[in-house]
């Protein structure tokens, strides 16, 4: 499956983007998708994951309850939506597949990745 990622900007603090995922193939239902995000100097970390029906979703500690994953499997695409933004959240956001049944939590276990779309909080 391929990954192309959308929807970053600039945006000023408690402010709000959606980022999109979209994926090709016809497989998509079949992938545990993810987003991670990477700041300057940083690892790679995980935000958000949603299983492949989209009846589940765990969430990485920094997110607060301010970010939402889901997912059209009709349309072969993940979604975040955040609000509330914060300037801490300035990061290149990535989406990512696995072909498993659980969400994992890692980059490593993730095996196809998008290219990564910019997010800017400016206080």
């Known amino acids: 499956v391929q990954l192309q990622a959308s929807g970053g900007g600039l945006v000023q603090a408690g402010g709000s983007l959606r980022l999109s995922c979209a994926a090709s193939?016809?497989?998509?239902?079949?992938?545990?998708l993810g987003w991670f995000r990477q700041a300057p100097g940083k690892e790679r970390t995980f935000v958000a994951g949603?299983?492949?029906?989209?009846?589940?979703?765990y969430y990485g500690d920094s997110v607060d309850g301010r970010f939402t994953i889901s997912r059209d499997n009709a349309n072969n695409t993940v979604y975040l939506q955040m609000i509330s933004l914060k300037p801490e959240d300035t990061a290149v956001y990535y989406c990512?597949?696995?072909?498993?049944?659980?969400?994992?939590?890692?980059?490593?276990?993730?095996?196809?990745w998008g290219q990564g779309t910019q997010v800017t909080v400016s206080s």
């Open positions: 990512a597949a696995v072909g498993t049944m659980v969400i994992p939590a890692t980059p490593v276990e993730y095996d196809h």
């Open positions: 193939g016809r497989t998509f239902s079949t992938y545990v």
């Open positions: 949603i299983s492949r029906s989209g009846s589940s979703t």
